[in-house]
């Protein structure tokens, strides 16, 4: 492993001052020493007119090495926090007696660009990506970004960059004012040394942004422009402290100048770092890179083959979805359907999809015409001859699965994995009869396919590793992020889920109102309530996915006769206008009151009130209640081994059911809880309401031996590894 390191060349009296620690240059607590060195000699010597600061490889920095971030997480211990804000910075940079040009290349991110604004001119190669993520990691920039990133470019903008982590390309910097200059990547380290020589031989300005007032309007506007930020990022970053701070600490450097700002911000940083919000962002971004080891998959030295056609068969919502995010990413696809109607109504789905994004602006119109030729619909299995993948995506229907996977292994070359999108159903009846079971391997996507980050690889006894490594590749290159899991009924997420809607029905038949709930799901952070989900993914998928796991798991299904009163009158979610809510084009989902009547009807044909009358409960408790059954079937799917880590289910709960990650994912956010507490509540209810809430072995054990819920499978005497 390479050394961090920083180093120096003097060069025709020029100091060029290189950071390096690869692969993103991250600013490791030797980089500052190094940076304090370095300028100091460059500072001492004669031969030196000015300094030009760099990055190795290509690339300036991609900020603050946030390992340090998990150290002050495991340890608590805060000083281990470097003091680089004015140490660095201004002692060092900024007032130094001789002038720092920093030349940018590749990234300049967070820690990163914050020295490039301390030095006193920017110059950039081009597709620089310049901005200030620190938000996503629930601290603010703590380097000085907050007062110097306004100043150079102005309050309006600079707050689009930081409050929302929006970088910038090198181009777009030059017009803000951001860069001084954008210039061809040969020639960065040349222009950078004659500019720093003219800005100290006075021929060019020696700017300290930090005192730079002239883009700063007058109070009134400033404080016109914050005070509506404040508004905006209430609805958007709601249980977030980062957002609102961060804007105190701008605002303190406008009223009271940029010094007192950096004073405010060093201690505003110090204080988010050890916030519950910056643990579980920080903890969610690690378990996302965790993700790609996996024991006897990723460290057995094969390599992924490559993959050019795919073929998904059936073109309804989730085959259409998975079709965009294939073409999207340049891979030629053959969407197969039963029927002309059917295949006429999937393609013009996926161009819907692709037309969507343009119209949004995440796509431009160039790409979205060449990614929709890499389309082509078939009604029979005459082009599977040569596909590298199939990825079968029709309803959830055994029979129907089997018939298709006999069908694809005749009809596929050797090498071609068959993929299920199955979202509940065990792999091994998906394809028991056929002979190919080392190339069977679940594809989970997320609806909408094209766009929810998570793919849940789904690997059965017989998959070889060849072919989970490929589809992870393949899930790599469509932008998605790859858990593999094991093999089981709803494999890791759906199963972790399904107590959701279970615990909501439940609820709502021992009384608590249904709007309230979903209500106070969304207050707790995931963007819709359990309902309104319902409605979405629309009543069949209920009913599907119920049956499946009351077969498979009879002790911990609630039996609701809601959804088929719903479906008797004439009720199908989203699809048809009329749910739990009522669905208008152009307006929010309207909760609707003409469901109390049946929900009325259906309280009393399951008749589990206590005494016949609706229990009384907090709002605490009505979240806990619907999200610790969840927790405690994470327990069983951990103790099942079914994923390789309990990160991977933090991360996958994020990335697929949308659980907020500034909470960590669903097994950190319990940890942060205490299995105890949530074991003891449990215990409560299952004696007061029922088997639904009886705690699991996994989840005692670690209770009453005061284990993490996350801890490795081995302080536990109970795991069982599946994969």
Known sequence: MNQARVTMEVIDGVAIVTISNPPVNALALTIFDGLKEKFSEAMRRDDVKAIVLAGNGGRFSGGFDINVFETVHKTGDISVLPDTSIDVLV?????????????LEGLALGGGLELALGCHAR?????????????????????????????????????????????VTSEEGKKLGLVDAVVPSGELLKVSRQWALDIADRRKPWIRSLHSI?????????????????????????????????????????????????????KVFRELVATDTSKGLVHAFFAQRATTKVPNISDIGLKPRRIKK???????????????????????????EINSE?????????????????????????KAEKALLMLKGVLDYSEFKDVDVVIEAVIENISLKQKIFGDIEKACPPHCILASNTSTIDLDIVGEKTKSQDRIVGAHFFSPAHMMPLLEIIRTDKTSPQVVLDLMAVGKIIKKVPVVVGNCTGFAVNRTFFPYSQSAHLLVHLGVDLFRIDQLIRNFGLPIGPFELQDLAGYGVAVATTKEFSLTFPDRTFATPLVELLIKNGRN???????????????KPKPDPAVLPLIEESRRLTNIMP?????????????????????????????????????????????????????GGIIFWADTIGADRVYRSLQKWSEAYGKFFKPSKYLEERATRGIPLSAPASTSSVARPRL
Request: some cysteine.
């Open 91 to 103: 002692n060092v940079i900024e007032d130094g007696k001789k002038p720092t040009v920093a030349a």
């Open 123 to 167: 110059i950039a190669a081009p597709k620089t990506q310049l901005g200030l993520p620190e938000l996503t990691l629930g601290v603010i920039p703590g380097s000085g970004g907050t007062q110097r990133l306004p100043r150079l470019i102005g309050l309006p903008k600079a707050l689009e960059i930081i409050l929302f982590s929006r970088p």
């Open 214 to 266: 002239d883009k700063l309007g007058s109070l009134p506007e400033m404080h016109a422009i914050i005070n509506s930020a404040r508004q905006q990022v209430k609805q958007v970053a709601k249980n977030m402290p980062q957002h609102q701070a961060c804007l105190d600490v701008i605002e303190e450097g406008i009223i009271h100048g940029g010094y007192h700002g950096l004073l405010k911000e060093s």
């Open 310 to 336: 795919v073929a998904v068969i059936g073109g309804g919502l989730m085959g259409s979805g998975i079709a965009t995010a294939l073409i999207l990413s340049d891979i030629y696809v053959i969407l197969k």
């Open 342 to 366: 059917y295949l006429l109504k999937g393609i013009k789905m996926v161009e819907a999809n692709v037309r969507g994004l343009v119209s949004r602006k995440k796509l431009v119109e160039d």
């Open 573 to 587: 979610g989203k699809n048809n206008g009329k749910g739990y809510y009522i669905y208008e084009k152009g307006s």
């Open 611 to 663: 005494g016949g009358k609706p229990i009384s409960v907090t709002d605490e408790e009505v979240v806990e209640m619907i999200l610790f059954p969840v927790v405690n079937e994470a327990c069983r799917v951990l103790d099942d081994g079914v994923v390789v880590r309990a990160s991977d289910l933090d991360i996958a709960s994020v990335l697929g059911m949308s659980f907020p990650s500034y909470r």
